[in-house]
Each structure stands twice: as C-alpha cells, then as structure tokens.
C-alpha cells in the first residue's frame, strides 16, 4: 500500500507539474489525416479578444438566434494557437475545423474567459494540448476529435457550468482534465487509450460524469480532492486503475463497469462519505478498495472474479457493505486493520475464503452467505470484539476459523456440511459461541461419534453457552438432540468439542434455534415489550385514580 500511496501522490505532482511547467511530450508517429466528408479552406492561426474581435473572422451577428461562426477550417498550429478567443461573451460556434501540429508549444483551440461558446465536430491533433476552456462557462463541446497530442485531449481550468458530450479523446497524455472548475456535465465521452488518466478531475466539487468510456487508460476515471461528483453508468475496464477516488468525499458512484483492470477496478484511497452502488467489478485483481477512508456505503455491487479480495477494506471505519455479490475470488471480502464496519447480506461463496478479518476490531458480519469457499467460510486472525450474526456458512472445509482473537461474539449462524469442523479455535479466548445450529460437519452423522465432533477449541475460556436459570443455552448439534427427560428444550449432557481445552457445550438445544428477523434483531422485541409494559401499567394507574 505503500507504492500505492507513493503512486498517486505521483499523480496529483504529475498533473500539477502538467499544468505549470510544460507536460511531458507523447508525440504520435503519424500526424493526423484531414477529417474526411468536409471541404477545409486552409487558414492561418486565428485570435480574437473582445466581441468586436469577431469581425472580419467570423459569419454571424453574435446574438444567440445569429451566433458568430467559424466552420470549416484547416489551421496549422505550429506557429500559434489555431484558435485563441479570450473575453468575450457573445454566442459562437467553432465547426468541423481541423486544427493541428502545435506540437509542444501552441494549444489548438483556446477559450479564455469565454461564455456562451460551442465547440462541434473539430479535429485537433498533434498540438501541446487540443482544447482548453481557462475561466470560462457555459460552453458547448461535442463531437470533437482530440487525438494524439502531447498533452490534454480537453482540459478545462476553473471552468463551471459547461457541457461535454460525444468527444473522443484518444491517444494524449490525458482524455478529459477538469480543475478547480464544478457544475459540468461530462457524458458520452469516449476516453481511451490514453497515457494516463482517460478523465481526470482535480478540486473540483458537484461535477457529473456519465456514460464515458474510459478503457485502456492508467486511470480510467481518476478523482483528486474533489468532492459532491456523480459518477453513473461509466465503463472504466482494462485500465491499470479503473475508478480512482483520492481525498474525495460526498459521491456517487453508480451504475459503472470497473472490469478486467489489472489493478483495483474500484478504488477509494482518503475518501469519506461516498456511496457506491450497483458497479460491476469483477475480473480484476482487486474489485472494490476502500483504503484509509470511512463512512461509505458500498451496496449491491458485482465484486467477483478478482485475482485477490472481492472487496478490500483496509485501515477503514464506519463502512456499511451491504448486498453485494463477491464470489469467484481468492477471498470475498477482506478487512485488515479495519474497525466498526458492517458487512450485510453479501454473496461471500464460492471463493477460497469467504470472508477474512486480519488485526480487525469491532465489526459486524450479519446476514451473509459464506459458503461452498476452498478453505474457510468466514476467517478471524488477530482480531477481537467482532460480532458474527446470523450468517450462513455451508459446505466449507471449515465453517468459522478464529486464531489469535478474542472477546468475539458468534451467534445465531447456520453451520453445514463442514468438510472439517464447523467452527474451530485454534488461539484465543473469551469468544461466546451460542445459538448457532451445527448440522453435518465434520462427517458427523446423526449421533455423536468422538471420530467426527462438529467443533474445535484449542484454548480455554471460551464460552460455548450462556448461563443463566433454570439453564442457558448453547447451540444445536444435529449429532447431539437426546435425551431431555424433563422436555426443557435443554439435552441433558454436555456436547464434548475436540481441542486440549477440553471443552463443552453444558445447555446444546434439542431443537434448532429460532433466528430473530434479520432487519430487526433481537432488541427491539425487547424494546416492544417492555413499552408495552409501561404502557399497561399507566393506564392501571388511572384507572386507579378514576
């Protein structure tokens, strides 16, 4: 994580060092051809300052209903701008021009302090950068062709409210870069095999990107320092990094492919408060990564089939991970040094280990089905004050695993067909295991067999049982349900585990354990009852007073 780290603050230096110091030159082989279908008249490079400057260059009155035009050009930039239009707020339109060849030193076309502008079906290429907007709102890009240039396709520098659609930006240094700018709208925009970032966004704020592609880029869409952006219906694959979200906070990301990148298809590093919603992640090495980042909802994503975790929370708290889909992986969902998360309702099956929790405190796995994975269902190392609930965990080598944790609460889960033991401790203590339902694992038959006990512990001080009067209750063990001479619920001889702990479950149940509805848990019975209670006893009390 650390190269991680180190590579993006290699992003954010790079991008600055693109923007005050000259970029990094990507020159093509072949120069762009003129664009088929348009009749180019050749002219020299064009500047206009001022409303006035429109005179003499352009056709048209500069009104809305009568905008200034300039169509059909063909400009070699090599000695100048192609097109430098500064202070103006009069309505224009640049079309089908062919703007080229500023190499490393002249932009194509160059909007500064300009409003009202619309930018459609140019071709700039082998320019410095193709089209920038400086300062400037309210302008129209679509259709334009920014291929092959040292830098830029577009950028826009504290630009607002300005509206970009239908461009291919192909084969630059960067497809799209928006800094310091907010209220664009960016769809439909096809950012493509580019050097580095196929859509960048630097402090900027409510900015929305939609239906881009932005394949076979470093970054498919990178954010930086950016927050209130709303990233929906993207397809960011076969990137190195699909979506990147650096110190950005209070987003929506939804609906977007982060497929087959050979990175993290999804990736929150320093982000808080975001919400991250129905992605396909799936086929890369990681899906989903939320590093060092808190207080996100990550809900009914397609995480499967990466190389590593399906989801991967690390140094994160205060997540909600709920109903997403993350099989096929090396593991489904991994947490390492994580607390306070919640992971609910997610497809955690058919991975090596369903779900994974390394030097992790004080989560909560409720809900989940961790089941058919090569190797354990759900796995604590190192990892303490957890709460596994309700979750389902059949037809692993091993059900639930614990090493080195302690003071966990498991409860209420469905254990089957185990290969090995349901659930096993093999180091660590105070964990309370109790009404769960233990059926078949470990090759365990229909009555207790020493060769095939349901679980194991391997330390003392745990707890398979509560206590309480007349009894407790343990769990239910499909091996263990008789006798019960005085029908309390209760067998009357302890369940023997295996392990040097010897330990045992003193109240095993005769039948399986009612489990409270997921949305509401045990509590709010409690709470219901015990309102109903001081309910019924003020209404006594008036009657009384009556």
């Given at each position: 994580?650390?190269?991680?780290?180190?590579?993006?603050?290699?992003?954010?230096?790079?991008?600055?060092?693109?923007?005050?110091?000259?970029?990094?030159?990507?020159?093509?082989?072949?120069?762009?051809?003129?664009?088929?279908?348009?009749?180019?008249?050749?002219?020299?490079?064009?500047?206009?300052?001022?409303?006035?400057?429109?005179?003499?260059?352009?056709?048209?009155?500069?009104?809305?209903?009568?905008?200034?035009?300039?169509?059909?050009?063909?400009?070699?930039?090599?000695?100048?701008?192609?097109?430098?239009?500064?202070?103006?707020?009069?309505?224009?339109?640049?079309?089908?021009?062919?703007?080229?060849?500023?190499?490393?030193?002249?932009?194509?076309?160059?909007?500064?302090?300009?409003?009202?502008?619309?930018?459609?079906?140019?071709?700039?290429?082998?320019?410095?950068?193709?089209?920038?907007?400086?300062?400037?709102?309210?302008?129209?890009?679509?259709?334009?062709?920014?291929?092959?240039?040292?830098?830029?396709?577009?950028?826009?520098?504290?630009?607002?409210?300005?509206?970009?659609?239908?461009?291919?930006?192909?084969?630059?240094?960067?497809?799209?870069?928006?800094?310091?700018?907010?209220?664009?709208?960016?769809?439909?925009?096809?950012?493509?095999?580019?050097?580095?970032?196929?859509?960048?966004?630097?402090?900027?704020?409510?900015?929305?990107?939609?239906?881009?592609?932005?394949?076979?880029?470093?970054?498919?869409?990178?954010?930086?320092?950016?927050?209130?952006?709303?990233?929906?219906?993207?397809?960011?694959?076969?990137?190195?990094?699909?979506?990147?979200?650096?110190?950005?906070?209070?987003?929506?990301?939804?609906?977007?492919?982060?497929?087959?990148?050979?990175?993290?298809?999804?990736?929150?590093?320093?982000?808080?408060?975001?919400?991250?919603?129905?992605?396909?992640?799936?086929g890369n090495y990681r899906g989903i990564i939320?590093?060092?980042?808190?207080?996100?909802?990550?809900?009914?994503?397609?995480?499967?089939?990466?190389?590593?975790?399906?989801?991967?929370?690390?140094?994160?708290?205060?997540?909600?991970?709920?109903?997403?889909?993350?099989?096929?992986?090396?593991?489904?969902?991994?947490?390492?040094?994580?607390?306070?998360?919640?992971?609910?309702?997610?497809?955690?099956?058919?991975?090596?280990?369903?779900?994974?929790?390394?030097?992790?405190?004080?989560?909560?796995?409720?809900?989940?089905?961790?089941?058919?994975?090569?190797?354990?269902?759900?796995?604590?190392?190192?990892?303490?004050?957890?709460?596994?609930?309700?979750?389902?965990?059949?037809?692993?080598?091993?059900?639930?695993?614990?090493?080195?944790?302690?003071?966990?609460?498991?409860?209420?889960?469905?254990?089957?067909?185990?290969?090995?033991?349901?659930?096993?401790?093999?180091?660590?203590?105070?964990?309370?295991?109790?009404?769960?339902?233990?059926?078949?694992?470990?090759?365990?038959?229909?009555?207790?067999?020493?060769?095939?006990?349901?679980?194991?512990?391997?330390?003392?001080?745990?707890?398979?049982?509560?206590s309480g009067t007349p009894h407790g209750y343990?769990?239910?063990?499909?091996?263990?349900?008789?006798?019960?001479?005085?029908?309390?619920?209760?067998?009357?001889?302890?369940?023997?585990?295996?392990?040097?702990?010897?330990?045992?479950?003193?109240?095993?149940?005769?039948?399986?354990?009612?489990?409270?509805?997921?949305?509401?848990?045990?509590?709010?019975?409690?709470?219901?009852?015990?309102?109903?209670?001081?309910?019924?006893?003020?209404?006594?009390?008036?009657?009384?007073?009556?």
């Amino acid at each position: 994580m650390i190269f991680v780290t180190v590579l993006m603050l290699g992003t954010i230096a790079g991008l600055i060092g693109q923007i005050g110091n000259g970029k990094e030159s990507l020159q093509s082989e072949t120069p762009a051809k003129t664009p088929a279908g348009i009749l180019h008249t050749t002219h020299s490079p064009i500047s206009i300052s001022g409303n006035t400057g429109f005179n003499g260059v352009a056709q048209g009155t500069g009104t809305s209903s009568d905008p200034y035009i300039i169509a059909d050009l063909d400009i070699d930039a090599s000695t100048a701008y192609g097109i430098w239009i500064r202070n103006t707020n009069a309505h224009f339109i640049i079309r089908n021009c062919y703007v080229h060849d500023g190499m490393s030193s002249y932009h194509g076309i160059y909007l500064l302090n300009c409003v009202n502008g619309t930018l459609e079906n140019n071709t700039c290429s082998n320019n410095y950068d193709d089209i920038i907007l400086s300062s400037s709102s309210n302008n129209t890009l679509s259709d334009n062709n920014c291929s092959s240039n040292n830098g830029y396709g577009i950028w826009l520098d504290s630009s607002s409210a300005n509206t970009l659609s239908n461009n291919t930006c192909s084969g630059n240094h960067d497809g799209i870069v928006l800094q310091f700018g907010s209220d664009n709208i960016v769809s439909d925009n096809n950012c493509s095999d580019n050097g580095y970032d196929g859509i960048g966004l630097i402090s900027s704020s409510k900015n929305t990107l939609s239906n881009n592609i932005c394949s076979n880029n470093q970054y498919g869409i990178f954010l930086g320092s950016s927050s209130g952006i709303a990233l929906i219906n993207n397809t960011c694959s076969g990137n190195s990094e699909g979506l990147y979200l650096y110190e950005t906070d209070n987003s929506t990301l939804k609906n977007n492919n982060c497929s087959s990148s050979s990175g993290g298809g999804l990736y929150l590093q320093y982000s808080n408060n975001n919400t991250v919603v129905d992605n396909s992640c799936s086929g890369n090495y990681r899906g989903i990564i939320l590093y060092s980042s808190s207080d996100n909802s990550v809900s009914n994503n397609s995480c499967s089939s990466s190389h590593v975790q399906g989801i991967d929370i690390e140094y994160s708290s205060r997540n909600v991970l709920d109903d997403n889909f993350c099989t096929n992986n090396s593991a489904g969902v991994g947490f390492t040094s994580s607390s306070r998360n919640t992971l609910a309702n997610t497809n955690c099956s058919d991975n090596n280990v369903g779900v994974q929790l390394y030097l992790s405190d004080n989560n909560t796995l409720g809900n989940n089905d961790c089941s058919s994975n090569a190797y354990v269902g759900i796995l604590l190392t190192s990892s303490s004050d957890n709460t596994l609930s309700s979750n389902t965990c059949s037809n692993n080598a091993c059900g639930i695993r614990l090493t080195s944790s302690s003071n966990n609460t498991i409860i209420w889960n469905q254990i089957r067909n185990s290969t090995s033991y349901g659930v096993y401790v093999d180091s660590g203590s105070n964990n309370r295991v109790w009404n769960n339902t233990f059926i078949n694992n470990n090759g365990a038959g229909s009555t207790y067999d020493s060769g095939h006990v349901q679980a194991y512990d391997d330390r003392t001080n745990n707890w398979w049982n509560t206590s309480g009067t007349p009894h407790g209750y343990g769990n239910y063990w499909s091996d263990w349900t008789t006798p019960d001479a005085n029908h309390d619920g209760i067998v009357d001889n302890p369940y023997v585990l295996d392990g040097s702990a010897v330990a045992k479950d003193n109240y095993p149940q005769t039948t399986k354990p009612q489990v409270p509805i997921p949305e509401f848990g045990v509590m709010p019975f409690v709470m219901i009852a015990l309102m109903a209670v001081i309910v019924l006893a003020g209404e006594s009390r008036q009657r009384k007073k009556s």
